[in-house]
Each structure stands twice: as structure tokens, then as C-alpha cells.
């Protein structure tokens, strides 16, 4: 039964590189279907049209890249039909971000961009807030830790889908130097298609085209037995971790990549976890200050 009188309908928008957001998608839209509301996702990928119709209630949410979102979510935000209904008020909208590193300084700001963008396009953001789920750069989320942030997701997007059928915003208010780190963050998107055009291919590749199927921005072409890479990279990792025989490697800033691959299928299979997982001890010091709050504090 629909508890909320507010929204009969949503949409989960989602951008994802290697699976994490796309699995928070839908466990976010399985959230609201429980709550009695039809919801439905669409993924921002290159080739993929936008879907017709408006619904009640948008929801958007995406993979932190840079403390700041991937470029499909501006450009998507660009074609989105003036929200402003007959009377001008503007459409709800609910902005999820999905980080590694958590609500810590610099992620404090990632929802920013988004949030005002969608303001000129007519649309009001009536919650907005960070999930986490395993990091798929730099460095690894710890397995306990990786297994424990998808435990607790289905708790952590009910929550957030009880509040806003409920009607309570919330709104985070980050100060000015996480809006210039966030903002920093927009010179990754240069870089990104940098990094793309000097992607290596090695003699191991065989030419199975998987990466060019899978990349979301279609910025992979095969031409004949080698993958090609084009200008339009988002620096999402997907290639390199999907390609089977590790035939990718980076021209330069290696160190974005985790070592020892990152495959969100395997942290799946390893659930349920088979003990009490200790995150104050897993999850020490201030890198993973933000998983911590994560996990062991229920969001405000
Ligand atoms: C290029 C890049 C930049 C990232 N930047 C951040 C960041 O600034 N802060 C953070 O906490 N996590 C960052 N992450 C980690 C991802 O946001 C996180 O692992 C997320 O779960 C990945 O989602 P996906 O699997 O849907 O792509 C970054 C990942 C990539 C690939």
C-alpha cells in the first residue's frame, strides 16, 4: 500500500562505472516499490535515450568522481525538460551521492553542482545525502568492510526513501572550501579524456571486446583485434577492471587503479560474512573515517 501522499511514482536515475551505484539503484527503486510507490531507473549511458514521462518524484544518483559528479550527470541535467510546473513551483528532485570515502571532507561538497544546476532547470532538491559502498580506486575498501557496506545498504536506502516519502528534507550545508575542493574536482573531467586516449593494450588482449561493450560512454571501438580508445573517457575504470585477461593498463596516474582489481560480483559472493565485523578496528584512522560514520551511526 502506497504510505505516502506526497509521491505515487519515481524515477532513479543512476550513472555507475563499475556496479556499485547501479546496485544501490535498485535497491533504492526496490525500496520504494515496498513502500507502495512504482518506481522505475534508467542508467545514464552513452546510446541509452532518456525516458519519456515525468514522475512524481526524480532521484538521482551517482558514483563520486573527484569529489563531484561524473560528466553524464551534468550533461544529463542539460536535456532534462524544464521542471517548473503550470503554477512555477519546481519538481522534487532527491540527489544521491555514492562514494568510497563517505560524508568526509573532500567529499562534503559532491552533491553541490548537481543540486544548483538542477535549481535552474526548475527542479527543488528535497533530500540530499551520501551512500558508500566499496572504493574502486586508490585504495581498496578492506573485504570485511567491502562485505559490511553491502549489508547494510538495503537499511541505509530505506531510510532514505521513509524520510522522503515522509516528507522530512534534509539538506546538507557544506562550507566554502569543500565547494572549491568540489570544484577543483571538475579539472578530473579534462583529465579523465587525457587518460583515456593513453590507455595500453598489451599482447594479452584477445580481442574479446568486452571493455568496448561494457564502457559507458562508448568511448571503446574495436578495429579489427584491438580495443581503440577515444576522447570521451570518465576515468570510470570499468575496462580495466572487466577486461579478462588484464590486457589494460594506464599511460600515466597508475595509482588510480586498486592493485588487486576490483570486482563487485566477488564481494557479493562473499556475503554473508561469516563474523561480527569489528569497523572501529577495519576501519581505522581518517581515511576511512567516513565509512566508519557510515556504518556504526544511523544518518540524521
Ligand atoms: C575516477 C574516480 C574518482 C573517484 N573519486 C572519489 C572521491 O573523490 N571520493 C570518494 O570517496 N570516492 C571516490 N571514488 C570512488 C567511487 O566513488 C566509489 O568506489 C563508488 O562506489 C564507485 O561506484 P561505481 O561502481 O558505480 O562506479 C572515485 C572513483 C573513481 C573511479
Given at each position: 500500500m502506497n504510505q505516502?501522499?506526497?509521491?505515487?511514482?519515481?524515477?532513479?536515475?543512476?550513472?555507475?562505472?563499475?556496479?556499485?551505484?547501479?546496485?544501490v539503484a535498485r535497491v533504492l527503486r526496490e525500496a520504494f516499490v515496498r513502500h507502495g510507490v512504482e518506481a522505475a531507473s534508467h542508467e545514464l549511458r552513452a546510446g541509452v535515450p532518456d525516458p519519456e514521462g515525468s514522475p512524481d518524484l526524480l532521484v538521482v544518483v551517482y558514483a563520486v568522481h573527484a569529489c563531484n559528479a561524473p560528466e553524464p550527470v551534468y550533461e544529463w541535467i542539460g536535456r532534462l525538460p524544464d521542471g517548473r510546473r503550470a503554477d512555477g513551483s519546481p519538481s522534487p528532485v532527491v540527489v544521491l551521492s555514492n562514494s568510497g570515502g563517505g560524508e568526509v571532507w573532500p567529499n562534503l561538497a559532491c552533491r553541490v553542482g548537481v543540486i544548483s544546476r538542477l535549481a535552474k532547470r526548475g527542479y527543488r532538491t528535497v533530500h540530499d545525502q551520501m551512500l558508500v559502498m566499496p572504493s574502486n580506486w586508490i585504495v581498496a575498501s578492506k573485504p570485511p568492510l567491502a562485505a559490511r557496506l553491502l549489508e547494510i545498504l538495503p537499511e541505509r536506502c530505506d531510510q532514505v526513501v521513509a524520510r522522503v516519502l515522509a516528507g522530512r528534507e534534509r539538506h546538507s550545508r557544506p562550507g566554502w572550501?569543500?565547494?572549491l575542493t568540489s570544484a577543483c574536482g571538475e579539472a578530473e573531467k579534462i583529465g579523465a579524456h587525457e587518460f583515456g586516449k593513453r590507455i595500453r593494450v598489451s599482447a594479452a588482449c584477445n580481442a574479446c571486446g568486452l571493455c568496448a561493450r561494457q564502457c559507458p560512454a562508448a568511448n571503446i571501438t574495436m578495429n579489427g583485434s584491438r580495443p581503440v580508445f577515444g576522447k570521451k573517457c570518465l576515468l570510470c575504470l570499468k575496462c580495466f577492471y572487466a577486461c579478462p585477461t588484464q590486457a589494460l593498463?594506464?599511460?600515466?596516474?597508475?595509482?588510480?587503479?586498486?592493485?588487486?582489481?576490483?570486482?563487485?560480483?566477488?564481494?557479493?559472493?562473499s556475503l554473508p560474512w561469516p563474523e561480527?565485523?569489528?569497523?572501529?578496528?577495519?576501519?581505522?584512522?581518517?581515511?576511512?573515517?567516513?565509512?566508519r560514520k557510515y556504518l556504526l551511526e544511523t544518518p540524521d
Open positions: 505516502s501522499p506526497l509521491y505515487r511514482s519515481a524515477r532513479v536515475v543512476y550513472f555507475s562505472g563499475t556496479g556499485c551505484t547501479a546496485l572550501i569543500d565547494r593498463s594506464p599511460g600515466f596516474a597508475k595509482f588510480i587503479l586498486v592493485p588487486s582489481g576490483f570486482n563487485l560480483k566477488d564481494i557479493e559472493s561480527a565485523v569489528d569497523v572501529e578496528r577495519e576501519a581505522a584512522g581518517w581515511v576511512w573515517s567516513g565509512v
